[in-house]
């Protein structure tokens, strides 16, 4: 690594609107205090974010580039010039770690290509809260992003992914938009096996939070939770013994 260059802080934010320093830790309101030069999702949450954890910095000297699915790659090849020049940049996601189930990883893999040292800092991910909270396999699992939309595509990979579970005895975590949350879970009760574990983790970290796990028959049996707009995590498991 080049001493001469800036860090890189991957730092994570909130997974909602709950005071930050609730779920976040000290080092990161250190960093944010210090560090000037932002590569962020969405600008307005980022500035609103920083002001939260540093009312006392000043908005105006902050340099924020935005990342997101409409930036050019050529773009970025300009984003950690900052670092370069001996300047620390960090990088914010929209909610939890940065670089995971977000476009940040680009910017990572591009800081290992310059030897720019970079510093992960500790924060919440719902992807490992929700798994922590599901009593499945915590030694194998697999993160799928998004599930397609078309109804029978859904249903396919659906039983793929259970079957992936049962052979590989691995938990597979996937994620929905969260006007259609309602609709997933749904379609899941109605499509998986009756001894296949599901977990839903709702609101994480948050005062509304709910996680509830348990084999399909069971829930098919269940009042389901009203998921609609409130970010969730699913995890699947076919096992071969039901607790």
């Not at 609730?22 to 969405?42: F, M, R």
């Not at 079957?163 to 597979?172: C, Y």
């Amino acid at each position: 690594m080049n001493s001469n260059k800036g860090l890189l802080y991957l730092i994570p934010t909130r997974l909602g609107d709950n005071p930050p320093l609730e779920v976040l830790p000290l080092s990161i309101k250190k960093v944010l205090e210090k560090v000037n030069h932002y590569i962020v999702e969405n600008e307005k949450t980022a500035r609103r974010f920083i002001k939260r954890v540093t009312p006392g910095k000043s908005q105006a000297k902050l340099v924020i580039q935005v990342l997101n699915k409409y930036t050019l790659e050529e773009e970025l090849l300009s984003y950690l010039d900052a670092c370069d020049n001996g300047l620390d940049v960090g990088l914010i996601s929209e909610a939890g770690c940065p670089a995971i189930a977000d476009p940040g990883a680009d910017i990572v893999k591009l800081a290992h290509s310059k030897g720019i040292r970079i510093v992960p800092l500790v924060g919440p991910s719902s992807i490992l809260l929700a798994l922590m909270s599901s009593g499945m396999n915590g030694q194998s699992f697999a993160f799928n992003g998004y599930l397609p939309i078309d109804k029978q595509d859904r249903k396919s990979h659906m039983k793929r992914l259970e079957k992936l579970s049962f052979d590989q005895n691995q938990t597979q975590i996937f994620i929905e938009t969260p006007f259609r949350n309602n609709q997933l879970l749904t379609d899941l009760i109605k499509t998986l096996n009756s001894r296949t574990r599901l977990c839903v983790a709702c609101d994480l970290t948050l005062p509304t939070e709910e996680i509830y796990s348990m084999p399909i028959n069971e829930w098919k049996q269940k009042e389901l939770p009203d998921l609609h707009k409130r970010p969730s995590i699913f995890l699947v498991l076919k096992e071969s013994t039901v607790y």
